[in-house]
């Protein structure tokens, strides 16, 4: 029971101190951003070499959380414990440090892009949470995942998954290109070392 419950209790504390970072990445980026366009001074623009190729597409963002929705399928209808499990102490290690890092160098946030009030939405993220990507990290720790438990059964097919949600993620302006290189090397190095939080209190 134990074992059971320390899981939850970590996961509970983290949903708290996430929301909390979250909202303070969004009061920071605003008060930041807009004072210097109340002062009627430029808001820096960032160049960013993806934006530049890639179209700009912001009413397409709702298809960054179904390619999440997709990913899960395999795991949810076909549910391995282990691999939930691994899933969720990775994915939760991730996002420790993710919420470290978009608190750290906020970066301005898509101009089409506003944020309602509501909980939910400082649970899911905010409009200033950019290095780095937790959509990418989602999808690709998952598929790093499913490809060592043998759901996917080669490797161009995790390639070509997870380059369709970078472009996704690219095209609905949700990130810049640096938050996607940057999700790619912690989740790679995160998986390799096997750094599940979750162990830590099992």
């Not at 320390?6 to 008060?31: A, S």
């Not at 951003?33 to 430029?42: G, L, S």
Request: proline content about 3%.
């Amino acid at each position: 029971m134990l074992n059971i419950l320390y899981p939850i209790l970590i996961i509970g504390v983290y949903i708290c101190i996430h929301v909390y970072f979250n909202t303070q990445v969004q009061k920071t980026g605003d008060d930041f951003y807009m004072d210097r366009i109340d002062k009627q001074k430029t808001t820096p623009k960032v160049y960013d070499v993806m934006h530049k190729l890639l179209p700009k597409e912001t009413n397409k963002e709702w298809l960054t959380n179904y390619m999440i929705i997709l990913s899960l399928l395999p795991l949810i209808f076909n549910f391995n414990s282990d691999l939930g499990y691994n899933f969720l102490g990775l994915l939760l290690t991730i996002n420790i440090i993710r919420d470290i890092t978009i608190n750290l160098t906020i970066l301005p946030k898509n101009v089409d892009c506003v944020l309602d009030k509501t909980m939910i939405s400082h649970l899911i993220g905010s409009c200033y949470d950019k290095i780095f990507s937790g959509h990418f990290s989602f999808v690709y720790i998952l598929t790093l995942l499913y490809y060592s438990y043998g759901y996917i059964t080669n490797i161009p097919i995790l390639i070509i998954w997870n380059v369709i949600n970078a472009i996704i993620i690219l095209i609905s302006r949700s990130h810049y290109t640096i938050d996607i290189v940057m999700s790619f090397f912690v989740c790679s190095f995160i998986f390799v070392q096997n750094y599940n939080i979750l162990n830590m209190f099992i």
